[in-house]
């Protein structure tokens, strides 16, 4: 039995639910048979309104609550947006949830960002030491939220690198799709980096897991998301060319026409093993299964309509 059917009937609320990972996870919890709410901000849904918070929980009554919704994932934003979107729109999310009478489980969406540099897998008790103004939001949207511990059960993700159909430029694999369809070459560093990939409908079924064993009681708990197979950035992007090929696009790629970004380290793994106690080893994942599924659902999105 696929064990996402557990998830048929509950009343799930999704915040984000528009993005990468939250478009992928909503995708997924209806597939299993879940009521999700996934409220937007083309609908008037904005985590900066407390009352309007309040009042989608309230008519809503979730039996759990996931938030994928953050500002400066993609884009520059100022510390002021950031602080105003990632720490106190996810306290109007906490302050709502806590307030109904029958308080959900809530899962929030991290980022390993939040990790300082190490050339050793990171374990969730590793030392923090945000580098960017996004990554200090997420550690400062941490803390708010442990102090909703004695009222909600709660579960931090600390999600390692995603990739999937949902993503926009100025994101990696959309920057190459645009490239080989432009028939121009992808300017891209040397790819050195060890890194962690993992598809969004892959972390998505991770998530609905985690959601499901997640105990009821009120509580304070941290998770790292990944897939457990390290791969350099330059065979990543190796296998997108590859993918790319396989519908037709050629792609060609200059390594080290661009410097690593300062800051950034050359390792960044997550250390498994709260997950695997958790939910189980993350089952064997295919690159390049994953990277075929998400180029045909950029294509497709970006195909002309009929």
């Known amino acids: 039995m696929d064990p996402l059917r557990a998830i048929a009937g509950r009343k799930v609320l999704v915040t984000g ?3 990468t990972l939250g478009g992928a996870f909503v995708a997924r919890a209806r597939e299993a048979g879940a009521q999700v709410s996934a409220p ?4 008037g849904f904005d985590l900066r309104d407390h009352a309007k918070v309040a009042a989608e929980l309230r008519t809503f ?7 994928f919704a953050a500002a400066g994932v993609s884009q520059a934003m100022s510390e002021a947006e950031l602080s105003a979107i990632n720490v106190g729109g996810l306290g109007n999310l906490l302050t709502a949830a806590a307030s109904l009478t029958r308080p959900p489980k809530c899962l929030l969406l991290g980022s390993c960002s ?3 540099l190490s050339d050793a897998p990171l374990a969730e008790s590793s030392r923090l030491d945000p580098r960017n103004a996004y990554a200090l939001s997420k550690v400062a949207g941490a803390e708010l939220a442990r102090g909703f511990a ?4 709660l579960l931090w993700l600390r999600m390692f690198n995603v990739y999937g159909g949902g993503e926009r430029l100025p994101r990696l694999l959309p920057y190459l799709l645009q490239c080989a369809r432009q028939g121009v070459v992808a300017e891209v560093t040397a790819g050195g980096q060890l890194l962690d990939y993992t598809s969004a409908p892959s972390a998505a079924a991770h998530f609905i897991r985690l959601g499901l064993v997640l105990p009821d009681q009120p509580g304070w708990r941290v998770c ?3 897939s457990g197979r390290p791969i350099t950035l330059k065979e990543f992007m190796e296998a997108a060319q590859a993918a790319l090929s396989r519908r037709g696009l050629r792609l060609e790629l200059r390594f080290g026409a661009r410097p ?13 093993t709260r997950l695997a106690e958790m939910i189980g080893a993350p089952e064997a994942e295919s690159l390049a299964t994953g990277l075929d599924a998400a180029l045909a659902t950029m294509m497709d999105a970006a195909a002309p309509s009929a």
């Open 224 to 226: 790292n998301v990944g």
């Open 61 to 67: 009554q979730p039996e759990m609550v996931f938030h």
């Open 260 to 272: 690593y970004r300062p800051g950034d380290g050359m390792v960044c793994l997550p250390d498994l």
């Open 150 to 153: 004695d009222r909600l059960p």
């Open 17 to 19: 639910g528009t993005g």
């Open 114 to 116: 939040e990790y300082a």
């Open 40 to 43: 937007s901000r083309a609908e």
